[in-house]
């Protein structure tokens, strides 16, 4: 059973430095363990936030960084480049500046280049990938991922699952398209939630007073069709990063 965990920093520069630390533990951690560490992706300014911290890190050497995988939890169905893309914002806080393996980079599907404009046929094609990684004692059709990262917004979203909508509700598919979402762009690929839980650990972060009400409702046990975070859950652990305004709700 996944142990819940949340822990409450100043502000939000100080949660971005100790959550990097965290993650620069926990990847050395993994490495020891099995050779090689698996890390899914977020975007947003806390998700990029932490990322430049680790590259900021005296410690972020302590890594093997060609012995890392990562992936992405969604992205903005935006042309390769786009400024917006979580994938392109990723690139320009750490993945440029530490020596990755190309090949286990692995960003979802710009809009525009191989699937065109069809993000569910681009979602499919990051499903296939992923089973294609997948251990074959796997649950679900996902590889293992050691720490999966995400944001919560301001309705409780996280990743690109929005509350009362058939993506939040996916259970069989490990990646899906999001048509018509209410924050722009419209269209995205997103893990769903079965995916999402197929991780060790799951990190929620967020900051803010507008963030507290969705916060304490998925502390307090809300469904995931109403407040999405509260279905994200890790396998070993399930870890809340807070601002002490994002924390204000929460008992």
């Not at 620069?24 to 947003?44: E, F, K, M, N, P």
Request: charged content about 25%; proline content about 7%.
């Amino acid at each position: 059973m996944t142990r819940q965990q949340v822990v409450v920093h100043d502000d939000g520069d100080v949660l971005a430095a100790a959550a990097a630390a965290r993650l620069i533990t926990a990847v050395v951690d993994a490495q020891q363990a099995r050779g090689t560490a698996s890390v899914v992706l977020t975007g947003g300014r806390t998700g990029i936030g932490v990322l430049e911290q680790v590259r900021a890190s005296a410690a972020r050497d302590a890594v093997d960084w060609s012995r890392v995988d990562f992936f992405w939890g969604d992205e903005r169905f935006l042309p390769d480049g786009d400024p917006e893309r979580n994938e392109t914002q990723a690139r320009k806080a750490l993945l440029e500046h530490v020596a990755v393996d190309p090949a286990r980079v692995h960003p979802m599907a710009p809009s525009g280049g191989e699937f065109g404009e069809d993000a569910d046929a681009a979602a499919a094609a990051y499903a296939e990938l992923l089973s294609s990684l997948a251990g074959e004692r796997a649950e679900f059709p996902v590889p293992r991922f050691d720490v999966l990262l995400l944001g919560v917004g301001e309705e409780g979203h996280t990743a690109s699952l929005f509350p009362d909508t058939p993506y939040v509700r996916e259970q069989g598919r490990s990646v899906v398209g999001v048509h018509d979402c209410p924050k722009p762009p419209p269209t995205r690929i997103s893990l769903t939630l079965p995916a999402i839980r197929s991780a060790a650990e799951v990190w929620l972060m967020t900051t803010g007073g507008a963030k507290a009400e969705p916060v304490a409702a998925a502390l307090g046990g809300a469904e995931p069709v109403d407040i999405p975070a509260a279905g994200a859950q890790g396998r070993e652990r399930t870890l809340w990063l807070l601002d002490g305004a994002a924390a204000a709700q929460a008992r």
